[in-house]
């Protein structure tokens, strides 16, 4: 099978991390008897300074034109003070929007060799974590009317939460839809009895939930939500919710998996072709230290396999290969403990890719 993947690096350390996500491509190309040609383009800070704008008309032309898009991170203190149209954050809104990608799938899931790396009581590690936030991505808040006025002398500024029936239906049926293909659970989080919009996302959720009755179903607010996740998150099984409320509810989760460097993360519309990044950001800091932890853009690329070019046998390959290096003992600095080995970025690669061979 040929398969045509538009690369984008990014910013900070998403060269570093995509790298090792293409030698692990490599490695299952290879394995499989497979064929994955790369489109490396520009997005983000670093297009910002080679064609002062975030998001290239090449580069949309690309995306469109691919089988999937993998991507490492884009941002950073450098463009902090650009104005907001020029902040390389808009690549990613600009790319979700004119590749119609409504659906954002951020699994959460505790490897049991890095329980002690979790914040969490050992007692509640110990039940299991492994849920999925199904993230409404091209709508709400962040894609709302956005306006800063003068009144009575001062600034006041405004974003709307807007939503229409048929965007909740659609990322309710995604969640039904995955749902059934794991523990049949789906918890619709939403702030309904604050805001209008979450009444109308609830009133949607519910219509469709009666079409699934095979799926367990049940509502809950956002603040109680953030608070059951860190209780006992073996309850939650597939979690589908808003853009904002979405955006903050996995990065929490990600913090109670032991790294959020271990998170994957895919952006899908109506067809297959979607766009694979970790939850991360660029992390300047420690840019071309080798020091990033590549497993979250690894596993990435997992569910590119999986979920856009069907392989979901070359996927579980990659999977069991990231849990192999881990029960090894090998870590990233991120997620070092006494008693384990402390790798660099392009070790951990060439670890996973070893590993993959080994089955």
């Known amino acids: 099978m040929k398969k045509k993947i538009t690369v984008i690096k990014g910013d900070g350390i998403g060269p570093e991390i995509v790298e090792q996500a293409m030698l692990v491509l490599d490695s299952v190309a290879s394995r499989f008897s497979h064929s994955f040609e790369y489109q490396p383009v520009l997005a983000g800070g670093c297009a910002v300074d080679a064609f002062g704008t975030p ?24 463009w902090d003070g650009l104005e907001p149209a020029l902040r390389p954050e808009k690549a990613l809104l ?9 659906s954002n799938l951020r699994p959460a899931k505790l490897f049991p060799e890095l329980a002690e790396a979790s914040p969490l009581k050992a007692a509640i590690a110990a039940e299991g974590i492994d849920f999925l936030v199904v993230r409404e991505l091209t709508g709400g808040i962040y894609f709302g009317e956005k306006k800063t006025v003068i009144q009575d002398g001062e600034r006041v500024a405004s974003d709307v939460m807007l939503y229409s029936e048929h965007e909740v239906e659609r990322i309710a049926r995604v969640a039904f839809d995955t749902a059934r293909k794991r523990r049949k659970k789906v918890t619709s989080i939403d702030k309904a009895n604050v805001l209008e919009s979450s009444r109308l996302w609830r009133s949607v959720v519910e219509r469709v939930a009666d079409e699934y009755p095979d799926v367990e179903y049940q509502n809950m607010l956002v603040d109680n939500a953030a608070m059951q996740i860190v209780r006992k998150p073996s309850q939650f099984d597939v979690i589908v919710t ?8 996995s990065d929490e989760a990600s913090m109670i998996t032991g790294s959020i460097g271990m998170i994957p993360s895919s952006s899908l519309g109506d067809g297959t072709r979607g766009m694979y990044e970790p939850i991360h950001g660029s992390a300047p800091d420690i840019a071309g230290q080798d020091k990033a932890n590549p497993i979250g853009t690894i596993l990435s690329a997992a569910m590119m396999l999986k979920y856009s070019f069907d392989m979901e046998q ?46």
């Open 242 to 249: 808003s853009n904002m409320f979405g955006d903050i509810l």
């Open 55 to 78: 998001l290239p008309d090449e580069t949309v032309k690309a995306c469109l034109e691919c089988d999937s898009v993998l991507l490492g991170a884009v941002g950073g203190p450098k």
């Open 94 to 102: 600009g790319i979700r929007k004119q590749m119609g990608l409504y």
């Open 314 to 359: 070359e996927a579980a390959c990659v999977e069991e290969a990231v849990e192999r290096v881990l029960k090894q003992g090998y870590r990233t600095a991120d997620m070092a403990e006494e008693g384990k080995i402390t790798v660099g970025c392009k070790q951990m690669g060439q670890l996973i890719v070893a590993a993959m061979e080994e089955q």
